[in-house]
């Protein structure tokens, strides 16, 4: 799939989803970030919930995402190289949800970095300036949600944010490396003799 | 004219945030202490003529809220605080040397500026842009999860937006930086 009908399909979609209040969303993510601090103790702690609740969300987005795109009439084809799925996440996925556009930087064969310039969750806020909040992942929600969506179509991925414009970096950077291809999912009792 | 001090005031009456703002001498970089500790009250802190001067100023501004309480108090009784133009109160009291003027927003919250006298005509004008420029540093400030809610602001965000908005202030004073 060439990448400008990636760019493509991800305005069409994007134009055809419900919209929300970006203050709400914001906010609502807000409280939520805090609500972890509140309960959990250290940053590694606050990080990992931060990714099962990202996971939990991306195994249910990837079906909303190939549905519509089906009903919108797009094909969005099998990826032959992780390339592709990259460009497919950044520009038609991040664009559809959210509605922001992510840079693609590949780094090799099985790892890319989405650069991501304006992140609608982390609007309005600032990092207390305490040392101990340097290494929380704000946004690591969205490396729960590409692991998830990812695992569903058989990519096992690991994502780590590697740079945050919350800590003082220009752009906010989440390091994509494939782990392995699963087979298809169905359990051994199932397999055909 | 130049502006001396700015207190931001929460809704019962507890301060939040109080800075003295020094205008620079000998083309230094335009510099500001942060009067952040209110704890500090007594000054023991520091012991110099400075903090001193930042005392009087305090109890100067703690002074002139009496007489923002009485102003808001008789224009909630008037017509009614719907309109725009409610949150400028104007000047609050004419101190030894200095003007306060007060600005109050919907929920309570009081920001004073203390001014030295001058024959500036847009003097109001100025400072009406100021207050509305604070008011907005201090609704982001507030947007921000992290924020606890009624104690000082300790904001670099918010720091560097107040330097900013001073420094604009005075400039369109024709204030000599050095």
């Known amino acids: ?193 | 004219m130049s502006l001396q001090c700015l207190a931001i005031i929460g809704k019962s009456n507890e301060p939040l945030y109080l800075i003295d703002v020094k205008p620079p001498k000998d083309g230094e970089g335009s510099t500001q202490e942060d009067e952040n500790d209110v704890d500090d009250v007594f000054g023991f802190a520091a012991s110099h003529r400075q903090d001193r001067l930042s005392l009087r100023k305090e109890f100067m501004m703690h002074a002139s809220i009496d007489s923002l309480a009485e102003a808001i108090g008789s224009q909630r009784q008037g017509k009614g605080r719907s309109s725009a133009d409610s949150k400028w109160i104007g000047l609050l009291c004419p101190m030894e040397d200095s003007y306060i003027y007060g600005y109050v927003t919907s929920t309570n919250i009081k920001i004073l500026a203390m001014v030295t006298d001058s024959t500036e005509p847009n003097r109001e004008l100025h400072l009406k842009t100021l207050f509305a420029k604070v008011h907005n540093l201090f609704v982001e400030y507030m947007l921000n999860p992290w924020s606890a809610l009624q104690t000082t602001i300790e904001s670099k965000r918010f720091d560097a937006g107040i330097d900013e908005a001073v420094r604009v202030y005075s400039e369109t004073n024709g204030i000599a930086w050095a």
């Not at chain 1, 064969?109 to 929380?136: C, G, H, T």
């Not at chain 1, 919350?166 to 291809?181: F, S």
């Open chain 1, 1 to 193: 799939m060439s990448k400008s009908s990636a760019a493509a399909n991800g305005h069409a979609l994007w134009q055809k989803m419900p919209k929300a209040n970006a203050e709400l969303f914001a906010l609502t993510y807000g409280t939520l970030v805090t609500e972890l601090v509140r309960d959990y103790e250290t940053t590694e702690e606050i990080n990992e919930q931060l990714e099962k609740m990202g996971y939990s969300i991306g195994v249910r987005c990837v079906d909303e995402f190939l549905a519509k795109a089906d009903q919108a009439g797009m094909t969005i084809p099998s990826c032959r190289a992780f390339g592709e799925t990259a460009e497919v996440l950044a520009k038609t996925g991040f664009r559809m949800f959210l509605g922001i556009s992510v840079e693609v930087q590949m780094i090799s064969d099985s790892s890319f970095s989405l650069l991501i310039y304006e992140n609608p969750l982390s609007l309005f806020v600032e990092l207390p300036a305490d040392p101990k909040w340097k290494d929380l992942h704000y946004s690591n929600l969205y490396c729960g949600i590409l692991r998830g969506s990812l695992e569903q179509v058989n990519l096992k991925v690991e994502c780590t944010f590697v740079k945050d414009v919350l800590r003082g970096d220009d752009v906010n950077e989440i390091r994509v490396e494939l782990k392995e291809v699963l087979q298809d999912g169905a359990g051994e009792e199932y397999q055909e003799e």
